[in-house]
């Protein structure tokens, strides 16, 4: 059974940077593609990025490109999530979660994480 654990959450200022780590147990086809998402209280859950361990594609919603940015260790399989000049607006559930493709990442993960929340005081 893969596991995906992430950590790195925790309580910052706006302004602030902070990066998150995904670690994944095994490399399967379902791992093949990694991304993360953020959920708020009372809010559907968000996509953010998502990439390919080849690094042959990424991918981003706009409502966070430019600020934040995916990246991979395929030497530690754990995947990041870099996060720079945070809004309070940014104060969520952050998830990993992992998939054949980024688009069925998109559409429906076949693991995920159990979040890390991070919190963003104004």
């Known amino acids: 059974q893969v596991q995906l654990k992430e950590s790195g959450g925790g309580f910052v200022k706006a302004g602030d940077s902070l990066r998150l780590s995904c670690t994944v147990s095994e490399r399967t086809l379902f791992t093949n593609a990694m991304g993360w998402f953020r959920q708020s209280p009372g809010k559907e859950r968000q996509f953010l990025a998502a990439?390919?361990?080849?690094?042959?594609?990424?991918s981003y919603s706009n409502s966070i490109k430019g600020r934040f940015i995916i990246s991979g260790d395929n030497t530690t399989n754990t995947v990041y999530l870099q996060m720079n000049s945070l809004e309070p607006e940014d104060t969520a559930v952050y998830y990993c979660?992992?998939?054949?493709?980024?688009?069925?990442?998109?559409?429906?993960?076949?693991?995920w994480g159990q979040g890390t929340q991070v919190t963003v005081s104004s």
């Open positions: 990439m390919y361990w080849s690094g042959e594609r990424t």
């Open positions: 979660a992992s998939a054949p493709t980024i688009a069925t990442i998109k559409g429906r993960s076949d693991y």
